[in-house]
């Protein structure tokens, strides 16, 4: 297998549009503020590129509220890139907008197609395996799409779920480095990660699961003191940016870019 890690060099992000106000949402606490949105955003990136990442911004597209979480229309792989097949209906054009962006990047480029639906939130990349979680937006036929790219690839792939009432599964993990997780206690409770080191967020802290490790830095949304401390304390530098906005949305810091 070609080992995915938290080293990367690139990283593509996408505007946020002012039709965000219409983006999906399991629970409506308000619409966000498109202009501190903006200003998160722009914290986020420039956060990436102190990582080390050459960042491609995107235009923002008002046609597609959601499509400021980018991560959700691809799978970054070393070698190959996969473009997802979203569950929820109002994204699925985003695909046709992200493919010859990473046509210009990739030698190759694969499609999920129909039947199966499957949304990047879901897949957890680590060195040894590829974990996707079935939600409401991705099922078993899409992960055996998946699974069918990858595998002759060398890659390991293994379906595992996403908990009740949770938008993606890396809303509740993040990798911290090549054995570690960052795991809400309710998500390692249901025994996906054995074989890792698990550091769970604090109590009333999950939001906090969905981080990112670029390199060497771990982005982790603000407002989560005894999470940081956790990640503090195990030796990871900490940039916490504000993700009040984007929280309305179920957004996070994994669904803001696709980074490789
Ligand atoms: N609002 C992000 C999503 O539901 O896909």
Do not use: W
Not at 21 to 26: E, F, H, S, T, W
Not at 109 to 137: F, K
Not at 148 to 165: A, H, M
Request: net charge negative; with cysteine; proline share 6%.
């Amino acid at each position: 297998m070609i080992e995915a890690s938290c080293e990367f060099s690139r990283a593509i992000t996408r505007l946020p549009a002012r039709s965000i106000v219409d983006g999906l949402r399991a629970e409506n606490t308000g619409d966000p503020d498109y202009e501190q949105m903006l200003r998160d955003h722009a914290h986020y990136v420039a956060t990436l590129q102190q990582a080390g990442a050459l960042v491609t911004e995107l235009p923002a597209l008002e046609a597609f509220p959601d499509s400021v979480f980018v991560e959700d229309v691809a799978l970054c792989l070393p070698d190959i890139a996969v473009l997802m097949r979203p569950g929820a209906a109002s994204r699925a054009g985003e695909i046709a907008q992200m493919a010859p962006v990473l046509h210009d990047r990739y030698a190759q480029v694969l499609e999920i197609g129909a039947p199966g639906h499957i949304e990047g939130g879901d897949i957890l990349t680590t060195p040894g395996e590829i974990l996707v979680g079935r939600s409401g937006r991705t099922d078993s036929a899409g992960i055996a799409q998946l699974a069918e790219i990858v595998e002759p690839r060398g890659y390991r792939l293994r379906e595992v779920l996403t908990p009740p009432g949770v938008l993606h599964f890396k809303t509740d993990c993040s990798l911290l480095d090549a054995e570690t997780i960052l795991a809400t206690p309710r998500l390692h409770a249901s025994g996906c990660f054995e074989g890792y080191r698990v550091i769970h967020t604090a109590d009333n802290e999950e939001a906090a699961a969905n981080s990112i490790r670029y390199n060497d830095l771990v982005l982790m949304p603000a407002g989560f003191p005894l999470t940081r401390d956790r990640l503090l304390e195990a030796g990871y530098q900490v940039r916490e940016i504000n993700n009040c906005e984007c929280a309305k949305l179920d957004g996070g810091m994994s669904c803001l870019s696709l980074r490789f």
